[in-house]
C-alpha cells in the first residue's frame, strides 16, 4: 500500500454505500459483507471505508490453502520465537516513559533503564502521547473494543440440523462473530473436552459507548450473554460448559473508517519520530496479522539502515 496509489475514492465511501451503487442488495449479500467489516475491522459496513472493504475480498489468493492454526492458537508463534530469541526479552518490566536526553532516548522501565539512539514502538499508535515525551495525539485513528471468552467444553453440545461443527463457526443473524473450536483439527480419534473461543468486536456501537457498555457490565452480565447467543445453535451449551473466561479489551483494533486508509493522520506516522519508529499493525489502517509482521520487518530495516549510515561516517 505504500508504494501504491496516494489515494482513493473508494476511501471516501463506505462499504454500504459501495454495495448499494453497484447494486448489490441480496440480504444474505449484505450480512455477510457487514459480517466480513466486522470481523477483520471491527465495524460495521456502513462504518468502513469501502477501499478495506473491497480490499477484504480483493487480496485473497484464487484458492484457499487452508488457515494456519495451533490449538494454542498465536501462542505457538510467540513460543517459537521466544525459543531464539528469549535473551533478548525482558518480560514483567513494562515501559512507563521514552524520554529524549541529548541525541540519546532514555527508556524507562521500573527495573531498569535502557538507552539508545533508535527505537521501535510496536505498542498501538494511539499510547504514543501517554509514553512517549514530545509526542502528539495519534488524531483520527479510531478503535474498536473486542469481547473474547475462552468457554472449557467438558463435551460437545448434541448435534441439531444443520452444518457440523467446524473450526471456525459463524451463526448467521447474530451480533456476535461466533466461535472457534480450539481442537477441531486435533489428529486425535476420540475427544471430549475442548475449548472454545468466542468473539465479539461491539460494531454496533460507538467505540467510546462499547468501552463504556464493557465497563460496567460484570462477569455475570457477559456470561450469560455469551451463552444465550451460543443457545441459537446450541440449545444444551449451559449443560457442556464448566468454565467461562471472560477478555475486555479497550483498544482491540484500529478501524479502517471512510477517509481514513488515505489519510495524512494516518501517513505522518510511517516517518522516524527523532529515532523513534512506530511499528503497530494500526498504522496500515486496519489491524491483521499480516499488516502487524510488515510493520515490524519495515521498522527494524528502517533502524538497521540507520545504524549502518552512522558506522560509516
Request: proline share 5%; aromatic share 14%; with cysteine.
Amino acid at each position: 500500500m505504500e508504494h501504491g496509489a496516494q489515494s482513493s475514492p473508494l476511501d471516501q465511501i463506505s462499504m454500504t454505500e459501495w454495495m448499494r451503487q453497484n447494486r448489490f442488495d441480496s440480504p444474505y449479500l449484505l450480512w455477510y459483507v457487514n459480517y466480513a467489516c466486522r470481523d477483520d475491522y471491527g465495524a460495521l459496513a456502513k462504518n468502513t471505508s469501502a477501499w478495506a472493504g473491497v480490499h477484504y475480498f480483493a487480496a485473497r489468493e484464487p484458492e484457499d490453502r487452508g488457515p494456519l492454526v495451533w490449538p494454542e492458537g498465536n501462542g505457538w508463534i510467540t513460543r517459537q520465537l521466544l525459543a531464539k530469541l528469549s535473551r533478548y526479552v525482558k518480560t514483567g518490566s513494562p515501559v512507563y516513559r521514552i524520554a529524549r536526553n541529548g541525541t540519546k532516548w532514555h527508556v524507562l522501565t521500573p527495573e531498569v533503564e535502557f538507552v539508545a539512539e533508535s527505537v521501535i514502538f510496536a505498542a498501538p499508535t494511539f499510547l504514543a502521547r501517554y509514553l512517549i515525551e514530545g509526542a502528539p495525539p495519534a488524531s483520527g485513528f479510531e478503535y474498536a473494543p473486542w469481547l473474547t471468552a475462552n468457554l472449557t467444553m467438558e463435551r460437545m453440545p448434541k448435534e441439531e440440523e444443520g452444518a457440523e461443527l467446524a473450526w471456525d463457526n459463524v451463526i448467521y443473524d447474530s451480533p456476535a462473530l461466533g466461535y472457534v473450536d480450539a481442537t477441531h483439527m486435533s489428529l486425535a480419534s476420540r475427544k471430549d473436552r475442548s475449548v472454545w473461543t468466542f468473539y465479539w468486536s461491539l460494531a454496533e456501537y460507538a467505540p467510546a459507548q462499547a468501552r463504556q457498555l464493557l465497563l460496567n457490565k460484570d462477569w455475570g452480565y457477559w456470561k450469560d450473554w455469551i451463552l444465550d447467543d451460543l443457545t441459537r445453535a446450541h440449545p444444551d451449551i449451559r449443560e457442556c460448559v464448566s468454565r467461562i473466561d471472560i477478555m475486555r479489551i479497550g483498544h482491540a483494533m484500529v478501524r479502517p473508517s471512510p477517509g481514513f486508509v488515505f489519510s495524512e493522520a494516518r501517513r505522518r506516522w510511517l516517518a522516524s519520530y527523532n529515532g523513534i519508529w512506530f511499528a503497530n499493525s494500526d498504522l496500515s489502517g486496519f489491524s491483521i496479522f499480516e499488516e502487524a509482521q510488515f510493520r515490524g520487518v519495515r521498522a527494524a530495516d528502517a533502524v538497521l539502515r540507520r545504524s549502518d549510515a552512522r558506522s560509516s561516517r
